[in-house]
């Protein structure tokens, strides 16, 4: 179903939903970017999926060449509280609704759609294109009516189909229905629920033995013949004729009408419509598509009669609905998938971070360290904890070392360690710990970037040290320099899932790398690595305003012997 609109364009001034209100409205349209989505068609279904996407803060355009199919019709029944409403005023409501969120709507009829999923190119009547994401198509279909006098003029009026529709107004009136085979006995038996004047006529010059029965039972006639002319007085229908020459009172007459789909505009994509088969008989043609509307091109969904021949308004709303949240999804995958290909870009080196880099170097470090008399609670880190217990104490290097608390806690556990830092002040903090304890730490005052050993450690740590993309991926190499065979490398740090926690942490993505980042600079530095964790480890701290959960991002890989 399509309508039809009084501009060439419509895009509400302002919201008129209260979430709209509030600036949750969809993104506006600068003109040049491919919509979101483009939906073809702005009857029940079209306006639907229109509705759910705008809701969604997409930004979408609803073409519509005003010719919905239902136009004939005075009202539409069977809409949960919209029973009864005209179809016209039923979809200006939705029109209104789907502005109100900051859709579009333009009064156009689409005629050819090209391209590919994130890139289609829709060409509209006027020679004008426009861009989208993924394209919805609810163009419906056309109606193939019986080739008799005045059927055509009266369609939807008292020359009728569906029983759900117009069954309730007819009342008691006397109906005749016109239709061969088991469809027609089909609808005169449904059609004898609403009114107890029924009347079948049929070509076929043999009606079987049970059909006459069920048809008998019911009380309803049958008449030989096919359809010759429609009696009309006073703008109404009052009987039918037959190629027989016979006179069948009627207030309504019921036809079987095939739904051919209007789908050209899909065909330049290899979207062809087939027929649809009842009892053997063709009843129309649609557009193949699953239950969620989906098309064998992808990016491209299909919703009401055009690809359900049997839908009505309400149902047609509904799929319109469901194929406007399953593009959504769609668009959801598509925007992590792009956002994840930024991030990546970014903790690589690839792309430049917006915000510059966050670097707290020697002299920053020295100044934190002098305003407090410990940076750190003194106990170990917990991933070291976690990651590092179950290893049998050898000669271990903790790269980064702070004020030494990791260093001291794993010489407690029987490691010959190696702390190195480049903050002195830090340094000296550990080693009284380590002093303290009674326990011996070889502490090294250098930068951590640049400095190296010719020796190999069976643990090589690193807590928390964030850098540029250069510079971190010349600190992954040297570090898993050291690492002697069998032995462990061990690097966490913090994860870019956190950066909006409330925290205080710098917002620089790119020194912010996740494990897949790190495991892939580890194993891009060569020679034989078996990654054993590299996961985002939740943990929780204690603020100033409650617990809130952090995340570690954990690397731990073991060096082939």
Sequence with gaps: MTSTHEHHEHAAPSPTRDAAAAGLAAAPHDGTAPWDVVVVGGGAAGLAAALVL????????VLDDGSPRNAPAAHAHGYLTRDGIPPRALLAHGRDEVLGYGGVVRTARAVAVTGTVGAFDVALDDGT?????RVISTTGGRDELPDVPGIAQRWGRDVLHCPYCHGHEIGDGAVVVAGDGPLGVHAALLWRQWTPDVTLVRADAALPADEAARLAARGIRVARGGLAELEVEDDRLVAVRTDHDERIPAAALVVRSELHARADHL????????EVERAGVVVGTTVPADEAGATAVPGVRVAGNLTDPFATVLASAAQGAFVG??????????????AVDQH????TGQDPSPDGPWVLDEAGWEDRYAGVTAVWSGRPNAALVDHTAHLTPGRALDLGAGEGRDAVWLAERGWDVTAVDFAATGLARGEQAAAAAGLRVRWVHADVTTWASDEQFDLVTSHFI???????????TRAA?????????????????????????????AMFPGAQQVRDELLATGGAWTVEVAHAVPRAITTSDGVVT????????????
């Design 466 to 476: 964030h850098l540029t993309p250069e510079r971190r991926t010349g600190f992954v």
């Design 344 to 347: 990546t870009r970014l903790v």
């Design 550 to 561: 952090l995340h570690d991002t954990v690397l731990r890989a073991v060096r082939a012997v």
């Design 129 to 133: 294109h426009v861009l989208a994401r």
């Design 54 to 61: 705008a809701r969604a803060r997409r930004r979408v355009l």
């Design 267 to 274: 065909a330049p994509l290899g979207l062809e419509p087939v």
């Design 325 to 338: 949240a399953m593009t959504n999804a769609e668009l959801v995958e598509d925007d992590v998938r792009d």
């Design 481 to 509: 320099s050291m690492v002697a065979p069998g032995g462990t490398l061990l690097l966490v740090g913090h994860d870019a899932l956190d950066l909006a926690a409330p925290v205080g942490r710098p917002r620089d993505r």
